[in-house]
């Protein structure tokens, strides 16, 4: 079992920033490949952006390029979502996710990660 838990969500005004923290426990951190997914009311949980188990491939969805960056901490089975340039649409629940799988790939289905945590709510105002 791994146990994930997310911090770091709040309210921020638009062109704001927030830092989404999820800690890991349980399992070995460096086995895992993760992500972060978000949710807002009424529609599907969509990825935002994945990272390899080393961290040397990352993918980020398209509405995020160029504004949220992913990063892991290994030693510290930690993975941090940083998000600049916040938009009213970046809304929703963030749930960070763990996948078990190979070294150099990253999972970009939601229904292969094995983990989730309960989610941090993210809420940006214009």
């Known amino acids: 079992q791994v146990q994930l838990v997310e911090s770091g969500g709040g309210s921020a005004q638009a062109g704001g920033s927030l830092r989404l923290s999820c800690s890991a426990s349980?399992?070995?951190?460096?086995?895992?490949?993760m992500g972060w997914f978000r949710q807002a009311p009424g529609k599907e949980r969509d990825l935002v952006a994945a990272?390899?188990?080393?961290?040397?491939?990352?993918y980020y969805a398209d509405s995020v390029k160029g504004r949220f960056s992913i990063s892991r901490d290994n030693a510290e089975n930690t993975v941090y979502l940083e998000m600049n340039s916040l938009r009213p649409e970046d809304t929703a629940v963030y749930y960070c996710?763990?996948?078990?799988?190979?070294?150099?790939?990253?999972?970009?289905?939601?229904?292969?990660?094995?983990?989730w945590g309960q989610g941090t709510q993210v809420t940006v105002s214009s």
């Open positions: 990272i390899s188990r080393n961290g040397d491939i990352t």
């Open positions: 349980g399992r070995t951190f460096s086995n895992f490949a």
């Open positions: 996710a763990a996948d078990r799988t190979w070294v150099g790939r990253v999972e970009l289905k939601a229904d292969e990660y094995n983990y």
